[in-house]
């Protein structure tokens, strides 16, 4: 019996013991149930679904950008991305090994790219490399097995059809920088391509549409094998510009050896019919790999080509500022079409003798002569009555000093100095001296070509200042529906019809009476009207002939004129780099334009008669990269005198 007792008691403790072990087994799994499912429950789920799952952007076609006349500007034609999933990879150093040996890639590159998606989930897809060739994404597709954290993308580069022209009009696509996916986070992650600079920066919304994204299944060797859901993109609008090719193409070829800027534009409306900055690049470039060295051409290239030099350079306006000028002085009275001064050469003013471009004189001339000839003994004298603070009212009446509100962005103010801002900024008074030279347009007035247009456009419109643009239209790919440009003109000032008639007058005799400063560039057919400038750059004491100067020093080139004679069509402003005298470098430009616009025969030929010579230090560099290189000429013979400054037409 005793025996039975004990088997009995050891029995029940076995049982106790075997029920407590259970009892921990069922509160650990339940433990380790709750920590999974419900704790951790996101993340597994996460993982799960991305070990079967792939997320894959769809870009949505990005607008086609128009002439005013349909010739397709820029583009899109199929390409093809590397992407990286980092959730696949077993070992991340490894699989950029591997890519860097694929498709030769530099590996700080893929190191960067790879570290710009270190604040992003594992899953989401790193874009390597795009527009790979054929033969790379053969490469990468036959690794497929060894490598399922590699996937092939189709998507969209742009394609600029025109090369190099209007290419700081357009601007170009690239990815999205650093501070511009920390500015918008929820709309650019790295990768992302976006607009930058040109038309493409400013209708970024508008050109962009909405990328859609497919959720597909993938095998253990990352293939697809199905396709879980999707959502379509938005194609981007399609968008009409006011650019007419044709013009374009006209000033391209101008500049084509060049350096400077022209503008055409509709008076009426402000709309741009040609924009062009010189010299140039393709904005092709930055829908494919770019190296290295084609970067560094680019930015170390001393002429800038990235620089929209309508817009964002500003020059004294030299004697194209006269127009202005004599309008305001009729207009208050400083002077009347029959006020006459006369020029001997020079004339002195606070005791510092002011040269006239014509050393021998021009004699006795009224407003209209002294505009035709380019006068600046007349102007000396008309800036002297008028005093800097009056100038600088009638510069910022015709818009300079300001932006005229172009729809491209970056545009420059420019300057119209005067006695305040002399004081606020030089920490200076303002020396009278300095009027008379800001009267013919030198000194510190800084204008830029656009505002030049856009100043003649509202002289010849008696006041009302159009707004410059280049958006005409746009529509929707899907819907048809089309939006077009309100244009906005500005009532800025009242100018009375018989100074405008007066001032078209004078500059009608400019191109087409002999004596007119542009009257090589008369226009057969259409009555052309203009004002020729030039631009000192450096004193001219300092040599003996102004042709055998150094390029850097040569004088700047001007011309702005408007056609016809009554009604004018269009505007121009053409501003030349070192291109010496606006009526040889400037006026045949804008001669050009004028005939391309109302079609009638281009004379020939249309080249300056002198080119200025390539400047040592620029020419190597430009001409590797196929950028425009000065060309050799020969000097001209123009000999100021050493003790009067010297001023240009």
Same mark, same amino acid.
């Given at each position: ?6 088997? &009995? %008691? ?28 419900? $704790? ?9 679904? =991305? =070990? ?11 607008? +086609? /950008?128009?002439?005013? &006349? ?11 991305? #590397? ?29 960067? &790219? ?21 033969? %790379? ?46 500015? *918008? ?27 859609? %994204? ?22 981007? &609008?399609?968008?009409?510009?006011? /650019?007419?090719?044709?013009? !374009?193409? +006209? ?11 022209? $503008? ?23 829908? @494919? ?23 964002? =350079? ?20 400083? $002077? ?40 600046? +003994? ?17 510069? @910022? ?12 962005? =970056? ?26 030279? +800001?009267?013919?347009? !030198?000194?510190?007035? #800084?204008?830029?070509?656009? *505002? ?39 009532? @800025? ?8 008639? *007066? ?36 004193? *001219? ?18 011309? /702005? ?82 003790? /009067? ?5």
């Amino acid at each position: 019996m005793a025996r039975s007792s004990e088997d &009995r %008691e050891s029995f029940h403790r076995m049982i106790e013991v075997a029920f407590i072990a259970a009892a921990f087994s069922f509160a650990a799994m339940a433990t380790a149930y709750w920590y999974t499912q419900i $704790v951790r429950g996101d993340y597994y789920f996460r993982l799960s679904e =991305n =070990n079967r799952l792939r997320s894959v952007a769809v870009t949505a076609a990005r607008g +086609v /950008i128009y002439d005013r &006349r349909g010739v397709a500007l820029a583009e899109n034609e199929p390409s093809y991305t #590397l992407y990286l999933y980092r959730r696949e990879t077993k070992n991340l150093s490894a699989s950029i090994d591997t890519a860097v040996a694929l498709l030769g890639l530099p590996r700080e590159d893929v190191e960067r &790219r790879v570290a710009r998606y270190r604040t992003y989930f594992d899953f989401v897809p790193i874009a390597l490399a795009e527009n790979l060739s054929i033969g %790379e994404v053969a490469a990468i597709e036959a690794r497929g097995a060894e490598h399922p954290e590699f996937a092939v993308g189709v998507g969209q580069r742009r394609l600029y059809t025109k090369s190099s022209a209007a290419a700081q009009t357009l601007g170009y696509l690239s990815e999205a920088t650093p501070n511009q996916i920390a500015a *918008q986070p929820d709309r650019y992650r790295p990768g992302v391509s976006v607009g930058q600079r040109g038309v493409e920066s400013a209708y970024q919304d508008l050109l962009a549409g909405r990328d859609g %994204e497919r959720r597909i299944i993938v095998d253990s060797f990352g293939h697809e094998t199905a396709e879980e859901s999707r959502v379509d993109p938005v194609p981007g &609008r399609n968008l009409t510009l006011t /650019i007419d090719q044709r013009l !374009q193409d +006209v000033a391209e070829r101008y500049f084509r050896d060049r350096v400077g800027s022209a $503008v055409a534009m509709d008076p009426k409306t402000g709309q741009i019919l040609a924009l062009v900055s010189a010299p140039s690049y393709d904005p092709n470039l930055f829908s @494919r790999r770019m190296t290295g060295a084609e970067w560094a051409t680019l930015v170390d290239n001393p002429f800038r080509p990235l620089q929209n030099r309508a817009i964002q =350079n500003v020059y004294s306006p030299g004697s194209a500022f006269k127009v202005f000028l004599a309008a305001e002085g009729l207009a208050g009275g400083y $002077v009347t079409p029959d006020t006459k001064v006369f020029c001997p050469g020079y004339a002195t003013f606070y005791g510092r003798a002011f040269k006239c471009h014509k050393k021998e004189g021009h004699g006795w001339v009224n407003l209209r002569e002294a505009i035709r000839g380019s006068c600046d +003994v007349y102007f000396y004298t008309l800036g002297k009555k008028m005093g800097i603070e009056k100038i600088a009212e009638a510069a @910022r009446a015709f818009g300079f000093g300001q932006p005229t509100g172009l729809d491209l962005p =970056n545009e420059k103010s420019g300057l119209v100095p005067s006695e305040e801002w002399s004081a606020k900024v030089r920490k200076a008074h303002w020396y009278p001296s300095e009027t008379i030279s +800001v009267a013919i347009g !030198q000194g510190p007035l #800084l204008v830029s070509s656009v *505002q030049l247009a856009r100043g003649l456009a509202g002289l010849v419109n008696g006041g009302r200042f159009p707004r410059p643009h280049l958006f005409l239209s746009a529509q929707d790919p899907q819907s048809g529906a089309r939006f077009e440009y309100v244009d906005e003109v500005e009532p @800025r000032m009242k100018i009375d019809p018989s100074i405008v008639e *007066q001032i078209e007058d004078a500059m009608w005799a400019v191109v087409n009476e002999p004596g007119g400063t542009a009257y090589l560039s008369k226009l057969a057919g259409i009555e052309l009207c203009g004002k020729t400038g030039s631009v000192q750059v450096v004193a *001219q004491k300092d040599t003996k002939k102004e042709g055998s100067l150094p390029f850097e020093k040569r004088d700047h080139a001007w011309f /702005i004129g408007f056609a016809p004679k009554r009604d004018p069509k269009i505007v121009v402003a053409v501003f030349v780099e070192h291109g010496q005298h606006g009526a040889s470098a400037a006026a045949p430009l804008a001669r050009d334009l004028v005939a391309t616009y109302f079609g009638v025969p281009v004379p020939h030929p249309a080249e300056p008669p002198e080119a200025p010579p390539a400047p040592a230090t620029i020419a190597a560099a430009p001409a590797a990269a196929g950028f425009p290189v000065r060309q050799a000429a020969a000097p001209e013979a123009r000999v100021p005198p050493p003790s /009067i400054p010297e001023r240009r037409r």
